[in-house]
């Protein structure tokens, strides 16, 4: 029916040792005609080991291919016929290239069973299978942490489980109910907080002080007094239940807690002093200056919003950007405030006095902000002026259309692992429902967690196991909330079966 294909490398040679020799396969369906001088290339690889079968009894012919047809010396290989066609490659240049549409994951698979190295991989779809598994590993990543905050460590007890029912009600709002609430609450607090830090300064709001000093309205401080304890609350109840308190304690968005309830408690110790200590000059800036301190839980918005996290994420990834506008913005506010002060300074009314007093100048006209407080009065500085500001719209538009791309394929990519994690869970938790079925009636089988793209049905070695399958013997265990990992190699190696 399908007729033998000769494949278009069968007369690369020309010569007749090459056609003496000839090894017919069948991929999926599909007929080649392969040759055993070619094959023999790589004699390691599994189709090399196909020339000399007429040496070899059945037993190992049959460890080679899947089936194999005695009368017409045909081997038949339960394999995708595509992915053969990039295998068959290398015999003929020495390198295997991916085509489009082919998962690398299975590819790999399918260069494992032809008994192929990663090494002749060309290397451009090295790069390409390289994130695929990373993107892989933070799926992995993204399933061991629903995991946990669902069924938490089946092995804990006592404090552990305890600490791990706290950690997941102060830190997952989406692990249950109360810790939607509480991260609700919390939400509220902080915007609470901040508009109580702004109304205070209202001076129609103050009240003054026996000395006549202007100081904020007893009710704002009582709101502010029970915003501060929640925060605290807040912070201690996570640090006890945190796994990692140092991992912890010099998070970034831990300290901005930190840093957000510390200024109400110093001031209350030096309050608590006496008005002496309060009087004293720099006691009084101090105090002044741990009040604006407070700004500081604006940032504590970021814990609540994944919005907030992306655009971090994203920044961080766009440091080389960031950097050459700041190396731009640098240079041309170097050169056209030394201009500027060189065209400017022999004029009578020259508002340019020296060149660091012309950077703000040069910042305000490349940003194009133009406050007005500073300006050229003379016909080269105002032409000096011009060219400045447009070199300042092209420094910053170059740098700020790369930035805005990581942006978008950052949150595009949280997206879609976001969707690809919950997508894991919930054929998890069918696998979990055939097992219970196939189980024994009287038997009650509890399974923590189970395998998932179970495609063997389809493609025999092909199907992607993103979490090892219990059914084979021995069950996973539900990974702890301890459990890290030092590298995407790491994570793959624990969660890929």
């Not at 598994?133 to 799926?139: G, H, K, R, T, V």
């Not at 945190?242 to 930190?258: C, E, G, H, R, Y």
Request: net charge negative; proline share 4%.
């Amino acid at each position: 029916m399908w007729g033998i294909h000769k494949t278009r490398y069968a007369d690369c040679n020309g010569s007749e040792a090459s056609e003496e020799t000839e090894i017919v396969v069948n991929i999926g369906g599909v007929k080649q005609v392969l040759f055993g001088d070619v094959l023999n290339r790589f004699p390691d690889t599994r189709l090399a080991e196909l020339v000399d079968c007429s040496l070899k009894s059945s037993e190992e012919i049959s460890l080679l291919c899947d089936d194999y047809d005695p009368d017409t010396g045909e081997f038949y290989f339960d394999r995708d016929p595509e992915a053969f066609k990039c295998i068959i490659e290398l015999y003929y240049y020495g390198e295997i290239h991916m085509k489009r549409g082919i998962c690398p994951i299975c590819f790999m698979k399918e260069m494992e069973f032809w008994k192929i190295g990663s090494e002749f991989l060309d290397d451009c779809c090295k790069c390409h299978l390289k994130e695929v598994e990373d993107e892989l590993a933070e799926i992995a990543e993204k399933v061991k942490t629903i995991l946990v905050d669902r069924e938490g460590d089946p092995t804990a007890a006592g404090w552990q489980r305890f600490q791990m029912c706290l950690w997941r009600l102060m830190e997952k709002p989406e692990s249950s109910l109360p810790a939607h609430i509480i991260a609700i609450a919390s939400f509220i607090f902080i915007l609470v907080s901040s508009v109580v830090m702004c109304v205070g300064t209202i001076p129609d709001l103050q009240v003054e002080d026996s000395e006549g000093n202007l100081s904020e309205h007893p009710t704002l401080e009582v709101i502010e007094t029970v915003c501060i304890g929640w925060f605290t609350i807040e912070y201690f109840l996570r640090l006890i239940s945190s796994p990692n308190k140092i991992k912890f304690v010099l998070a970034f968005m831990n300290i901005i807690d930190f840093m957000a309830i510390i200024p109400f408690f110093v001031v209350l110790i030096l309050t608590s002093f006496g008005a002496g200590v309060m009087e004293l000059a720099n006691v009084q800036q101090a105090v002044q200056a741990l009040r604006i301190m407070r700004i500081a839980r604006i940032f504590k918005l970021a814990r609540h919003s994944s919005g907030l996290q992306t655009l971090t994420s994203a920044l961080k990834s766009s440091f080389k950007e960031l950097g050459l506008l700041l190396m731009y913005m640098g240079v041309g506010v170097f050169l056209f405030s030394a201009l500027g002060y060189t065209m400017e300074q022999n004029h009578p009314d020259t508002l340019f006095t020296s060149i660091p007093q012309s950077f703000w100048w040069a910042v305000i006209t490349m940003t194009t902000v133009g406050y007005g407080d500073v300006y050229p009065k003379t016909t080269l500085g105002r032409c000096n002026a011009a060219i400045s500001f447009l070199c300042g719209v092209i420094a910053i538009a170059l740098p700020i259309h790369p930035i805005i791309n990581n942006f978008v394929l950052f949150y595009n990519k949280q997206q879609v692992l976001e969707t690809a994690a919950k997508h894991e869970i919930e054929l998890m938790a069918l696998r979990s429902g055939d097992g219970e079925q196939e189980a024994a009636p009287g038997a009650h089988k509890h399974i923590c967690g189970a395998g998932v793209w179970d495609m063997r049905s389809c493609h025999s070695d092909t199907y992607i196991p993103l979490l090892k399958d219990p059914r084979g013997g021995a069950g996973i265990q539900t990974p702890s909330m301890d459990t890290s990992f030092e590298s995407t190699a790491e994570a793959t190696e624990y969660f890929i079966s």
